[in-house]
């Protein structure tokens, strides 16, 4: 069953073929930064054995509205902070611009 099985991409392998698609939550402040909430979201289908996350959506304009803040390099933490957490559980992640 192919679903389970790992697959590569450009170098990098991931653990089997079932992917989180990115999602709207609103899980974050206003100004995008990070909450506990939006990462107990991501490290529950970490657990759930998911290979590849795609976190979003993102903004990359300070004026926009709702999203995960990358607009800036005082983001990186915050961003480290999703990425940290899907590693934990080797799944792999792209951010949705």
């Known amino acids: ?5 790992p697959i590569e991409f450009g170098g990098m ?3 089997n073929r079932i992917v ?5 939550l609103n899980y974050t ?10 990462l107990r979201f991501y490290e529950e ?5 998911i290979g590849f996350a795609v ?8 004026h926009f509205f709702g999203g995960i803040a990358a607009h800036s390099d005082e983001f990186i933490p915050d961003l480290k902070k999703i990425a940290d957490v899907f590693h934990k559980y ?7 611009l």
């Open 1 to 5: 069953m192919k679903l389970f099985e």
């Open 13 to 15: 392998e991931i653990k």
């Open 20 to 24: 989180l698609p990115a999602v709207g």
């Open 29 to 38: 402040t206003p100004d995008g930064r990070v909450t506990d909430k939006l």
């Open 45 to 49: 289908r970490a657990k759930g054995g």
């Open 55 to 62: 976190v979003g959506i993102a903004k990359i304009e300070p």
């Open 90 to 96: 080797d799944v792999k992640c792209a951010l949705q």
